[in-house]
Nanobody, 123 residues
């Protein structure tokens, strides 16, 4: 059974930082893509960052200079380092895993996703 468990969300002031983690278990495919997306109430889902099995990363324009995606294969854990947070970054953040390629726009629709972790940024 594949499980993805996010952690690291919370409340922070604008300009602050958070690091999200996503512990993955039960996923046995050797080649896969992983990513982070977010969704705020009443808003469209937004794919933020993706990393493939070779470590190649892709970012959505609004976060590419502030967020960094990484993974620790030994720990089966995906990370999202978020710096210079803004109030508009407030949302539920989810991690996802699927075979490659993983489209940013449909991240989470296919494969597996976690239950999410809330990020709230106050001004």
């Amino acid at each position: 059974q594949v499980q993805l468990v996010e952690s690291g969300g919370g409340s922070v002031q604008a300009g602050g930082s958070l690091r999200l983690s996503c512990a993955v278990s039960g996923y046995s495919y050797s080649a896969y893509c992983m990513g982070w997306f977010r969704q705020a109430p009443g808003e469209e889902r937004e794919g933020l960052a993706r990393i493939d099995s070779d470590g190649v990363t892709t970012y959505e324009d609004s976060v590419k200079d502030r967020f960094t995606i990484s993974k620790d294969n030994a720990k089966n854990t995906l990370y999202l380092q978020m710096n210079s947070l803004k109030p508009e970054d407030s949302a539920m953040y989810y991690c996802a895993v699927d075979g490659c390629p993983m489209a940013m726009t449909t991240m989470g629709d296919f494969g597996y996703r976690g239950q999410g972790t809330q990020v709230t940024v106050s001004s």
